[in-house]
């Protein structure tokens, strides 16, 4: 299990001052010394992983039965980081039917007609259920303030795209993951922080792999030349945005099953944290189960 102090080490609380730099893409453990590739390393991860899904899978059973809290995962991060990968084994002992994911792509015309909040606002996951989101709003102060001619093409009310803008954006950002927390959401905000030389590494694996080939996208490789200003982009964004109510967890990403595992047990401590227990019958709903009860076992 993690230490609440490694745990701590991947949150990004409201007070600090967020630095990329300082933090490892390739942690994973604090005593690791051996290479990050290691079959003992990924074995010792699935193992670790397998209980925290488990560990998920019965705090969302008892989210579902409490029917009051929800859970928002937001996961962003550079391409190849391995998004799809984490929700697909993270979430993989969790009742499909508990939750739900979104995969967040270029705004269609219907939804640049609003604001940029609006699509993200009719799919967040309602009362006992987790909702994925792969990619989000957080989009629109990334790949947006990255590549901003994306802004001309939209018809604001404004042409002038500078600090106040952007400024105006993250706030708009905390207000309504605010409006989601004091309402019974729980936001956890994933950053999987892969290095540009791991990404370059995956891209190849992915050319040179038949069954990856699917996956390869050589627009890909043109947005990795943006890769610092990505970069400056996410740091701004994530120190705008780290707040009380919904903290960022930055997690090291040059090994995916480390990265999963970590995922995994933030997600499962959260949720266990909230101390749900399962619903308390009333003495005349115990009442009814008796006679229910009863009924059946006297059927012919
Ligand atoms: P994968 O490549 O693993 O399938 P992906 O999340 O990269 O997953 P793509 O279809 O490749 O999915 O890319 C979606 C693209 O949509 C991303 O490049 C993302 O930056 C872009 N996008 C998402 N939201 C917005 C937005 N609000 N404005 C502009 N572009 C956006
Ligand atoms: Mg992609």
Known sequence: MLTQKTIDKFTIHASEKFRLKDHDTTWAGDKQTGPLDSDALKKQAQEHLKQS??????AQELLYAADRWSV??????MD?????????????GVNPAGCSVHSFKQPSSEEL?????WRHMTR??????IGIFNRSYYEDVLVVKVHQNI???TRLTTDKFDKAFWNARY?????????LVRNGTIVLKFFLNVSKTEQKKRFLKRLDTPEKQWK???????????????MIAYEEAINATSTKAAPWYVIPADNKWIMRMVVAEILATRIKDLGLKYPKISPQAMQELSLAKAELLAEK
């Open 53 to 58: 899904v488990v560990d998920l899978s019965e």
């Open 72 to 77: 928002l995962v937001v996961f962003q991060a």
């Open 80 to 92: 190849a980081a391995g998004k799809d990968g984490t929700i697909q084994h993270v979430l993989s």
């Open 124 to 129: 967040v996951p309602e009362r006992g259920r």
């Open 151 to 153: 802004l001309a093409n």
């Open 171 to 179: 706030e708009d950002i905390n207000n309504f993951e605010q409006h």
């Open 216 to 230: 390869f996208n050589a627009g890909d490789v043109r947005e990795r030349k943006f890769w610092d200003d990505y």
């Open 113 to 117: 007609d609003h604001t940029f909040l």
